[in-house]
């Protein structure tokens, strides 16, 4: 066999199929070829796409298409047998089995090094699980499609897929299947037996998603990975404070970049082939708080965690056992692996202040409640992202975030004052009885937030009229600045091995701190930037462009789907020069494969 077509048909761990090679256009031109002559069939459309997708699947994650193709068996015959259950009873047992079989895939491949290291710290014994288990792509996504598939199904609002190449197709649409948007049944199933259509106007705003993918992919996210926030994180001792905060923050562009690049590419392929996915983004860092923040960022995953984890756990209505079990298991476990006293005070001043509030204020017990409910929530959507504390600790700052914005939020002004410039002065004085770099990063970031709280209300009680637009800049320069901090411990956590993950990312994410938290040498930074200065304009030209207005995008997006087809052409030609440009010579994965 031709070496060509060995490369065409056989998986190759060092070079998997993805959205920005070239190998995947001419993929995807061979599907639409093929899609052309069989579109108004709909079961052959289906049929042919679900075996495509298969493929594709095969071309990025090899011999783990069989995870992929038990998955979608087990749901399948699960959600039939659920839905002919007589009794009660009956669907429960299935629903468990089924989403117990979901589940055990992948705690398996993405939880056994995690599980392992808890339990060889909490006993001191050695766990030993065989040398080495890869993580299949996408076992997060097409997991939980599964579950929400089945838990909709229980709850009866909508009935079971009858044909298995459908729901086949369903579960592994290959343009959303490695990295979602996480498609619910009930916005996609419908789709199936629907007749293709794809409008002239429809085709263009297709071919822009692709590209606006593309661009935000290649250049707002691998270039300055590659060049600059790589490198830092990989040695963060070796560069100065000034330069691990500017890679920091450039993280915060490169992940979204590199994320919602996928979700538009993923959203123009799929409308091209004539299927509509949910949008997954709506400019998140234009969020003026933690929860607002939620609300706009991986959209579907935060759906997804609210109707299938949040509300079952009581949700803003009550605390159920789950509620307390999970956060009091977190809270233990920490405790037992840092064997630090401090943590175990900690832990308990805070269960004891909220048992006190809810025995002497009653009508408080409903607050508490659901903002347990919302810690928990955090703290499993964090596991879910990675099989390491620093994931955990990273989704416990969100849902902290949510929960200070909650209490902050209905304060008056003048108590803001007073409780902003005490917490400032006790971070100051802790740097200095204290030394730590997290200390000095707290005061400095509380400092300036004082100032801003104390201007703010000095001007409002002198009968100065709010400025709307300055409250807004300083409420989303806030949040972006929380944000960012908290995506540390992501970054640290992410590209890593799970056998590995756990202690490398915890001294990723120390070592930087401690850079970012110490001496500066400010007479560096004019130099610094010449060195980056390339680097330092694209951030700067990222966050610009995501800061325009909805109402502009969308008119130049209908400007570019509205040009005639030889002007269009001409347009997508001359970005992809410009593109190809900036491929780097090592092709960078999606960030979001590994989840």
Known sequence: MPQWISNILYFNEAQPLLFTQGEFWLFLMVVMCFLSMIHH???????????????????????????????????????????????????????????????????YFKYAYFFADVFTQLSGNEFTIVEQILLPVGISFYTFQCISYLMDIYRQKIEPVRSILDFGFYVSFFPQLVAGPIVRASDFVQQLQRPFSLSRRWFGIAVFWILNGLIKKIILSDYIAVNFIDRVFANPTLYDGFENLLALFGYSLQVYADFSGYTDIAIGVALMMGFYLPKNFNAPYKAQNAPNFWKRWHISLSRWLQDYLYIPMGGNRHATFASYAVIIGMGVVAMMLTRNVWVAIILMLIAAVCAICMLVRPDWKRAITTNINATNTMLLGGLWHGASWNFVIWGGLNGLGMIIYKLWHPLRRWTRVVII?????????????????LWNIAYIWLGITMIGTIISSIWRTCGGEEVLWSRRAWNIAQTFVFITFTRLFFRAGS??????????????????????????????????????IGIVYLIIMGMIIHWIGDRTKRRYRIVFASMPLGVMAIVVVVIVLILYQFVTTDMQKFIYFQF
Do not use: D
């Open 421 to 437: 410039t005490l917490l400032a002065s006790l971070t100051y004085y802790a740097s200095i009885t204290i030394p730590h770099p």
């Open 41 to 107: 069939r709909i079961a052959a459309r289906n049929a042919f796409l679900f075996g495509m997708s298969i493929f594709f699947y095969y071309k990025t994650s090899g011999i783990f298409t069989l995870a992929l193709l038990s998955a979608i068996v087990v749901s399948y015959v699960f959600g039939l047998l659920m839905h002919n259950a007589k009794s009660v009873s009956l669907k429960k047992t299935w629903l468990t089995i089924g989403i117990l079989y979901a589940l055990s895939l992948l705690c």
């Open 495 to 532: 590209n890593l091995n799970p056998e590995q993950a756990n202690e490398q990312a915890w001294y990723t994410a120390t070592s930087m701190i401690e850079q970012i938290g110490g001496h500066w040498q400010t007479q560096l930074i004019p130099a610094i930037l010449a060195q980056h």
